[in-house]
């Protein structure tokens, strides 16, 4: 179980807005989801002294590894996104939702003759209408009883409605007018699902209309001198204006849109977009990138949505907000109105609602780059503290910007590969990786394998250094035409391996004439470091940082050498008998292990059976069963490698 101090983040990072926070735990799953007026006072909640935490949000806190956060306008935002969250991510520690319940819902039943306003869960159902959701029960139930001065529809359930209209007394609510009692005549069935409507209406946002309404009423009371009518025309006014200040929706509900946010300095960007569907911020998505080309607004936002739609036409609403245009807006909406196949609309929000909602997803922009940014100073200074460190330790005499590390593969001498893996300022730059297979004389032994690899390595740099246009990794960057060459040369050589490991590698430098790239091995017993023609190595203390970065490079490098070497050997252990058969080629091979599942039942299987695969006919069939018996009778087991007894 991870420390919450490990994870904790930092007060300044944290924004004081309404928000919905997540706690994932190692493996990155989301373990609990929360709202908050204020998102810094709530998550301080969590990293108090853990004697003071309720049971279960010790063990949550502690089983979890990383806290993130999305802010939103308002409080009725944030329940909505916590709502949908749990829904999609089903938290282990949310356990009031995890049953067979939901959030509830104001439903208007529009589908019956009398329509019914009521608090409900669950499925909902064609013909009826859903406000919400509300969080909890009590809240809409309040709004509802609230709501009733104003709407008196009926609440009733349709046993209580059926025993009133056969009695011809309506039920409490009806004397208290609190309900028009549609069950005794007191209102038309028209009368009443107008009624309905206007519900339907103040909650779907258009509050305006009534409360202009109810405060003309209310002036004309005062001017006929009628304070009491006036005076609940006022009352009425005040409960329709908490209503909806408490219960505004995000957007209309027909709203489908994509809302990005972006917030950049000069040499990265941060990317927020809020996915909008029926009105309700349905899910988020953020990254950082950096900025590697002088691109405008206009031409950065291009390249967003290029990127995030090209292989997601699935994905793509009717409306996509961004906040500046491409300039080239016709082609771009014409595209994506082609990949989703009906109109997109691409535009800036102005004002209104949706204008609101692309200032807090830029806000979100704007804290996700400041977050990356306060964490990556102190990744910098950790990395700068390790290469310093490591640069004295060694004796080197320029900086170690640029590190590269080496580690051969092989089973018992066979498939040897190698591989070498670049970190640049500490960090791993997976694009320049390279693997090597290595045959004949080279692979004899480690030593061999390692001079081998490191003279291919360095010859090639020298070869282009010479004549740039020789050689090249034949990678073209995105968007240009040229090749991307690859001569930079390391700061300094890390070779996996002690002493011979290190003089075969410094052998191969000093053969090409090379005497400015230090060489160093990192021994796996006690990890110590060695250097050439040293008979004494360098120990680096155990908690050194320095240490921990070079234990990385020889970790990665072993992990990227042994993937390598898997693959390799994999394939020689399949197709190395099938290899030797004549006239038979790869698709008729991938056919035969494809019908029989394994070498040992090709082995197996007679002449009819053989035939069965499609493109084996008899000569074939006949060939592949006198191969396979030869190859046996060698004593040779070429698919484990192997010599037989």
């Given at each position: ?25 190692e ?11 204020v ?11 853990p ?8 063990t ?24 949908t969250?749990?829904?999609e ?39 009826v ?38 009695s ?46 109810l405060?003309?009423?209310m ?15 006022r ?73 995030v ?29 082609e ?9 800036v ?9 692309a ?30 460190e ?33 970190f640049?300022?500490g960090?791993?730059k ?6 090597f ?16 690899v ?94 921990y ?13 042994i ?55 008899e ?27």
């Amino acid at each position: 179980m991870a420390d919450p101090a490990s994870y904790r983040p930092k007060s300044s990072d944290i924004p004081t807005k309404p928000g919905v926070y997540r706690f994932r735990d190692e493996h990155g799953r989301v373990i609990y989801v929360g709202k908050a007026r204020v998102l810094r006072n709530r998550l301080a909640s969590y990293f108090i002294n853990p004697e003071r935490l309720t049971a279960k949000t010790r063990t949550m806190v502690f089983s979890a590894a990383s806290v993130e956060w999305t802010t939103v306008g308002s409080e009725l935002e944030a329940l909505q996104l916590e709502y949908t969250w749990i829904k999609e991510y089903t938290p282990r520690f949310n356990i009031v939702f995890r049953d067979d319940k939901t959030y509830p819902y104001l439903a208007i039943t529009m589908d019956e003759q009398f329509p019914r306003a009521l608090v409900m869960r669950g499925d909902k159902r064609k013909g009826v209408k859903y406000f919400g959701p509300f969080y909890p029960a009590k809240a809409i139930r309040e709004t509802l009883d609230t709501l009733l001065r104003v709407f008196p529809v009926r609440t009733c359930a349709p046993g209580v409605f059926k025993r009133a209209e056969a009695s011809g007394r309506p039920c409490l609510l009806g004397y208290i007018d609190k309900c028009s009692a549609p069950c005794v005549g007191r209102i038309s069935p028209e009368d009443h699902r107008a009624l309905a409507d206007d519900l339907c209406t103040f909650m779907g946002g258009e509050a305006g209309k009534f409360t202009r309404e109810l405060t003309a009423q209310m002036q004309a009371a005062v001017a006929n001198l009628e304070y009491e009518q006036a005076a609940r025309y006022r009352d009425d006014i005040a409960a329709l204006n908490r209503v909806f200040e408490r219960n505004a929706v995000v957007l209309a509900e027909s709203t489908e849109a994509d809302i990005f946010g972006i917030h950049a300095d000069e040499l990265e960007a941060a990317v927020q977009v809020f996915h909008v569907r029926d009105g309700r911020i349905r899910s988020q998505r953020g990254w950082v990138v950096e900025k590697v080309a002088d691109l405008t607004d206009a031409e950065f936002v291009e390249q967003l949505l290029t990127q995030v739609y090209a292989d997601h036409a699935d994905r793509i609403p009717r409306e996509v907000l961004v906040p500046t245009l491409p300039d080239d807006i016709e082609d771009v909406t014409t595209w994506l109105t082609e990949l989703r196949g009906s109109k997109v609309s691409l535009r800036v929000a102005q004002r209104g609602d949706k204008a609101a909602l692309a200032s807090t997803v830029v806000e979100n922009a704007e804290q996700a780059l400041r977050l990356h940014k306060s964490k990556r100073a102190g990744d910098i200074s950790t990395r700068s503290a390790a290469m310093q460190e490591l640069q004295e330790a060694l004796g080197a005499e320029t900086a170690l910007l640029r590190i590269e590390c080496y580690d051969a593969s092989h089973t018992q001498g066979t498939n040897v590969v190698a591989s070498m893996v670049v970190f640049e300022d500490g960090l791993p730059k997976k694009s320049e990786y390279r693997k090597f297979s290595i045959t004949g004389d080279a692979a004899r032994d480690d030593t061999a394998s390692m001079y081998d690899v490191i003279h291919r390595r360095f010859s090639r740099y020298l070869k282009e250094k010479i004549d740039p246009d020789t050689f090249s990794t034949g990678e073209v960057e995105p968007g240009t035409s040229e090749v991307k060459k690859f001569a930079y040369p390391p700061s300094l050589v890390i070779v996996d391996g002690g002493p011979p490991q290190v003089a075969a590698a410094q052998k191969a430098l000093d053969d090409l004439g090379i005497d400015d790239i230090p060489v160093v091995g990192l021994a796996k017993r006690l990890e110590e470091l060695w250097l050439p023609e040293d008979p004494f190595p360098v120990i680096l203390p155990r908690a050194s940082a320095a240490l921990y970065l070079v234990q990385r490079l020889r970790d990665e490098a072993h992990r990227f050498a042994i993937t390598f070497h898997r693959a390799k050997r994999s394939k020689s252990m399949i197709s190395s008998d099938l290899d030797a058969v004549p006239g038979l080629g790869k698709s008729k091979q991938e056919a035969l292990r494809k019908h029989f599942g394994s070498m040992k039942k090709i082995r197996a299987a007679s002449l009819e059976q053989l035939m069965e695969v499609s493109g084996v006919g008899e000569k074939l069939a006949t060939s592949i069963k006198e191969s396979l018996e030869d190859t046996s009778r060698a004593g040779v087991n070429m698919t484990a490698g192997e010599i037989l007894d």
